[in-house]
């Protein structure tokens, strides 16, 4: 995947005039802070919703969506920038091989077991623990409706407080080790059937629009006191060898609202070499 030049940010100007402002206020926090370059590093299983999320903070369609296509083996990067600042956001289908999941297995899971410790412990065995600092947790389809006697807010918590709590098991987090630091969760729905408030801008059913949320977490997460992940350069070809200005932060997408399944495949053998079960 070689570097492509940025190109202007014209998805930026499709946006409601509402999310516009929010997102040029975040984004000019960002300047003021002399960071000129954000790069994001997106990673999940297949058909969790990536490329969805990317092409929806954007705001245009940079990465295709194949909903029955087995994904590319490499990394795809969409670079855009505006006012002088660059968005850089890697999609990484390569986590993802085929043939490597037991689906069969797979549709036995109804919630956060040890398949998916495995696979968070596998993600910090490849990039360190420190990850979890620079890392964001988004959960998909936060349209579907909360069961009954319960309201969104509190069903969303809830979900959060299961995947926040599989992430320290499976990454072997103890408290006091990430007592300062909480990984932010942000919920979001890139289909059509998202509900959309009086100035136009996709909410989710407590009323919040989803996108400038989602971007106020990623801010502030890239600005947060934690150092910056360090990412194999052979991840953009030809990148700069000066990282002055940059930063990069992972999201982290779960498969759905009631279900994490996360990075198989191209991890397949550091999961292997994790000493088993957890």
């Not at 509402?18 to 990673?43: C, D, R």
């Not at 795809?76 to 999609?91: C, E, K, P, Y």
């Not at 890139?190 to 919040?208: A, F, Q, V, Y």
Request: hydrophobic content about 40%.
């Amino acid at each position: 995947m070689g570097t492509p030049l940025p190109r202007e940010w014209v998805g930026l100007q499709q946006f409601p005039a509402a999310t516009q402002t929010k997102l040029f206020e975040l984004l000019g926090k960002l300047k003021q802070k002399n960071v000129n370059t954000l790069t994001i590093l997106v990673m999940g299983k297949g058909g969790v919703g990536k490329s969805s999320t990317i092409n929806s903070l954007i705001g245009e369609q940079v990465v295709r969506v194949t909903a029955f296509q087995s994904e590319g083996l490499r990394p795809v990067m969409a670079s855009r920038s505006w006012a002088g600042f660059t968005l850089n956001v890697i999609d990484t289908p390569g986590f993802v091989e085929a043939g490597y999941v037991n689906h069969q297995a797979l549709q036995l899971i109804k919630g956060v077991d040890d398949l998916d410790k495995q696979i968070i412990r596998a993600i910090t065995n490849s990039f360190g623990k420190e990850i979890w600092r620079k890392s964001l947790l988004v959960l998909t389809h936060a349209q579907l409706c909360p069961p009954d006697g319960l309201s969104y807010d509190v069903f969303s918590s809830k979900r959060s407080e299961g995947v926040l709590k599989a992430i320290h098991i499976g990454a072997r987090i103890r408290k006091k080790d990430f007592d300062d630091s909480v990984i932010p969760v942000v919920l979001v729905e890139n289909s059509g059937r998202c509900n959309k408030n009086d100035c136009d801008e996709k909410i989710l059913l407590n009323g919040d629009a989803w996108i400038p949320n989602l971007v106020k977490a990623i801010t502030s997460v890239a600005t947060n006191k934690s150092q910056a992940i360090v990412v194999s350069k052979k991840l953009v070809d030809g990148s700069d060898a000066s990282d002055k200005g940059k930063l990069w932060i992972p999201v982290i997408l779960g498969l759905q609202w009631f279900v994490i399944k996360w990075i198989q495949g191209a991890i397949k053998k550091d999961i292997a070499t994790g000493n088993g079960p957890i």
